[in-house]
């Protein structure tokens, strides 16, 4: 009786051995998720889609997967009338996708502006038209509004200018190191909401997305004021390093996003409008 349970016991051992070698049975199609070679199941391409905000609307929590980035992310690969393409969200570091960039790396990256890598001339990457419109917004306190007049609007005296750690000011920044215009800054864009509303600086930077996400989020409407003067003004686009087929699907979606509905109620969720078209400085 032993003898014929062992047996038994080695045919099973082999014949399980057998099934999982099978060629008939590919392992790396489990659950319909797993990617080779950057095609995924269905047979799409995957398409990384990087970011290196990690701060709202874009992102609001990372283990979630909340926010503006994958909101949108979602919406590509849902309600795209292209089936060639599966995207995927990347968050990471600026100098990280900055080597990814300057080593080939193919993929794209949500919502920055040729300024922000140094191609005004659009010749390094190939560009979208543009998702949404930001400015670096001056905010302060609605009982005690600031209105952005130029540098010397700063320099008043105890006035302390909100900024961001490591965060350089174009149009400002050269009397900011020459240390007439006095900077506080701390490590997080929500920070300054805090020095704020407790009187430790007068007024301070944020992009306006942000600021409007913050302001819905926070109950701050009436509390806060926005200067009717920005420190400048710019589109956000994405920036693709691939071949030319992703860039068409991308700017194919984005030319149409205008006149989603969809689209227009994820920035209304986020307390943000749709581009008006309006003149920039970038």
Excluded at 105 to 113: H, I, K, P, Y
Excluded at 119 to 139: A, G, P, V
Excluded at 162 to 178: C, K, N, S, V
Excluded at 185 to 190: C, G, L, N
Aim: proline share 4%; glycine share 6%.
């Amino acid at each position: 009786m032993r003898n014929c349970f062992l047996a038994l016991s080695l045919f099973f051992c082999f014949f399980s051995s057998s099934l999982v070698s099978s060629p008939l049975i590919d392992t790396s199609k489990t659950n319909g998720s797993s990617f080779a070679n950057g095609t995924s199941l269905e047979g799409k391409k995957v398409v990384t889609l990087w970011s290196y905000y990690d701060y709202p609307p874009f992102v609001i929590s990372m283990s979630d997967k909340k926010g503006l980035s994958y909101d949108f992310v979602e919406l590509l690969n849902l309600f795209s009338n292209d089936e060639s393409y599966q995207y995927e969200l990347e968050v990471v570091p600026r100098k990280r996708l900055d080597s990814y960039l300057n080593n080939g790396f193919q993929g794209a990256v949500l919502w920055v502006n040729p300024v922000f890598f140094a191609d005004t001339q659009r010749q390094k990457y190939r560009w979208t038209e543009r998702l949404l419109e930001d400015e670096q917004s001056f905010i302060s306190k609605s009982k005690s509004p600031f209105i952005f007049d130029g540098p010397s609007s700063l320099m008043k005296p105890g006035f302390v200018l909100g900024g961001i750690r490591g965060h350089l000011y174009g149009g400002i920044q050269e009397e900011i190191d020459a240390g007439k215009i006095i900077r506080s800054d701390v490590s997080y864009v929500k920070q300054n909401i805090g020095m704020l509303l407790k009187n430790r600086v007068d007024s301070f930077l944020i992009p306006l997305t942000t600021m409007k996400y913050y302001e819905k989020e926070m109950k701050l409407t009436h509390k806060v004021y926005y200067s009717p003067t920005p420190l400048n003004s710019y589109t956000r686009h994405i920036l693709v390093n691939h071949n030319s087929s992703v860039f068409q699907a991308l700017d194919k979606v984005v030319k149409q996003l205008d006149q989603d509905d969809y689209w227009l109620a994820l920035l209304d969720q986020y307390g943000l409008d749709a581009p008006l078209g309006k003149k920039t400085d970038y």
